[in-house]
């Protein structure tokens, strides 16, 4: 993967070392023409984020939260069975997960389009089970339907990164993830809450271990999962004075974040939501 270097200066106060003066330097897992590929698309594939040992530490620890979180899984399945099983909170609940906090693949490109101080929105999975038909399919949605009509002169519009990191290779057996190019910039209106057929929507397959990042508001859906289950983990990122994703409710108290923030530095903060801002 190409690589180039970017440098902020700050404002303030906010230097990751507090000692080299006010700027970030950032190597950024990506290229200029990639950025700007992704600035316009609202989204950027990335194969090979995770592979051997790697990607089965990721399956295995999905693997295990699934059995912890039997029961929420089994409800989860009998009610809204095209958007499967959703846990939460991944960081706090599993290392391996923690590990991901400054994982510089997708952190940097984060950073080079939303500038150096952003954080977590969270970490989840979303695990689909196969079955036939409409209902093992997710319809079209976007990830923050906070935007207003008309929209005012000093709107902050919300930007969001979501890395949608596939555990399992998606093809027809587990479905693709479908997507819009540029539906990101249409804010004049919303996507469709239904499975219909959009004008201009592409199919996107990867294999295992990578990825496909979209702007939180590209419109998306995943196309139905047919023979085998469908693992994928949701790693957001969101400049550091948004708010955190409101689903899944409070992280538990007891998560390993708890203990991790007492040592954390400033940058470890920052990533969990602990200032960052002004
Ligand atoms: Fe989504």
């Given at each position: 993967m190409e690589r180039h270097k970017l440098r902020y200066e700050m404002m303030n106060k906010f230097d990751p070392s507090g000692e080299t003066g006010y700027n970030w330097e950032i190597e950024v897992h990506a290229t200029p023409e990639e950025l700007q590929a992704f600035a316009e698309s609202g989204y950027l594939i990335r194969e090979g984020l995770f592979q051997g040992e790697a990607l089965q530490?990721?399956?295995?620890?999905?693997?295990?939260?699934e059995e912890r979180e039997s029961e929420k899984r089994d409800s989860a399945i009998a009610g809204k069975k095209g958007w499967?099983?959703?846990?939460?909170h991944l960081m706090d609940k599993d290392e391996v997960?923690?590990?991901?906090?400054?994982?510089?693949?997708?952190?940097?490109?984060a950073r080079a389009m939303m500038g150096p101080l952003v954080r977590l929105r969270g970490l989840s999975a979303r695990i689909t089970y196969p079955g036939d038909g409409r209902q093992h399919q997710t319809p079209w949605h976007q990830h923050m339907r906070v935007i207003s009509n008309p929209i005012p002169p000093w709107f902050s519009r919300p930007h969001c990164i979501d890395c949608l990191i596939y555990l399992d290779d998606l093809n027809e057996d587990t479905g693709a993830v479908a997507i819009v190019p540029g539906s990101h910039d249409w804010l004049d209106k919303a996507s469709p809450t239904v499975h219909e057929l959009v004008e201009g929507e592409v199919h996107l397959q990867v294999k295992a271990g990578g990825g496909v990042l979209i702007h939180g508001n590209l419109w998306h859906r995943g196309l139905p999962t047919l023979n085998a289950k469908r693992r994928m983990l949701i790693l957001s990122y969101t400049p550091t004075w948004l708010r955190k994703s409101p689903h899944g409710g409070?992280?538990?108290?007891?998560?390993?974040?708890?203990?991790?923030?007492?040592?954390a530095d400033f940058e470890e903060r920052m990533l969990l939501g602990v200032?960052?801002?002004s």
């Open positions: 530490k990721l399956r295995d620890a999905l693997d295990r939260l499967g099983f959703i846990p939460r997960f923690l590990d991901l906090l400054k994982f510089q693949p997708t952190l940097s490109i409070a992280q538990p108290e007891d998560g390993l974040t708890h203990d991790f923030l007492k040592e200032g960052g801002y």
